[in-house]
């Protein structure tokens, strides 16, 4: 096999909004991990979500990724053997990977409420109970087509409506309540070794629940989407923020599922203001496309995030491939990343 086949590590992002320095940071990462190993990168558009992800955004994310100085082998400006590379496009195949669980007795309609969730997460935190996904019901929401990020609350599913008789079944449908299709989760303890992390390991029933693979207006999950793709593409890597740690073992017990090997897995920390919270895109000076077109220097931005990244002993301007040699995720620190209000004047 061709070395350059081996590793094919990929960038994932939402088009959901534009591209600011926490996404830069991980596209930055993801790539120089493929590339110091001779790897492959793919670049996946997560756009499942037909209420949140614009299409110009994409655009944006394209040109945004190019200026940094990064390039990718496979995705949707370039193609390549395992297209599309836009998941709005790969709906068949997630189809398909449903009616296999759902032949296998694997599935189960859910019509509970978000009312109804919400009392049971209320009443869950009373009694503290761990993380899990939340359910729809028919309207747009973002914590099941798109990826839960860090502070989203994701309340373990009591499994209701797994205990329905068929009366109540037929009853609740009767009403009129579109069903959301829910994974049966087993006892299985999911074990894995991040990359940054080190040994990582989820009681799946208890931390996470019977999870959500397709919402009840159609639109499938992403902890679905994603393990489709991933496989389907071939994928051996993935690089991508800490907030996505909770949804590793539900891919992983998917990826077992389906008998497919699952990638490995490197959680990189996030980036946050000096206040401790997620760079939002709000703040113009994390935004690429303003930082774009207000002048500044990509090999400065790349610059500052391998210092943050420990990859550079001071701030100075870099380009990717400058990084490549020698690359590994050992000087990253375990814990979030503080960006300064003046980190630009800091590179200079
Ligand atoms: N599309 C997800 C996001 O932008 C990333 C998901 C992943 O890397 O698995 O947050």
Redesign the pocket.
Known sequence: MNPSCQIRG?????PSGRMHLG?AWTALLAWLSARSRGGAMILRM?DLDPDRCKPHFARHILEDLSWLGLDWDEGPDVGGPHGPYTQDERRDLYQRCLDELAARGMVYPCTCTRAELRAAQASQADAGAGSGDVADDGAPHSGVT??P?AGEAEPVYAGTCLRLTPEERSARQGRGRGAALRLVVPRVRISFTDRVLGPQSQELAEECGDFVLRRSDGVHA?QLA?VADDANQQITE?V??AD?LS?TARQIHLFHTFGWRAPDYAHVPLLVDPDGRRLSKRRGDVDLGQLRDAGASPQAIVGYLAWKAGLLDAPRRAAPQDLVDGFSFAPLPAGPLVVEHNWMEVVG
Not at 10 to 14: E, G, L, Q, W
Request: proline share 6%; net charge positive.
């Open positions: 990929r960038f994932a992002p939402s996404n997560e798109q990826a990020h992403y994603v993935v991508r923020g996505l949804s």
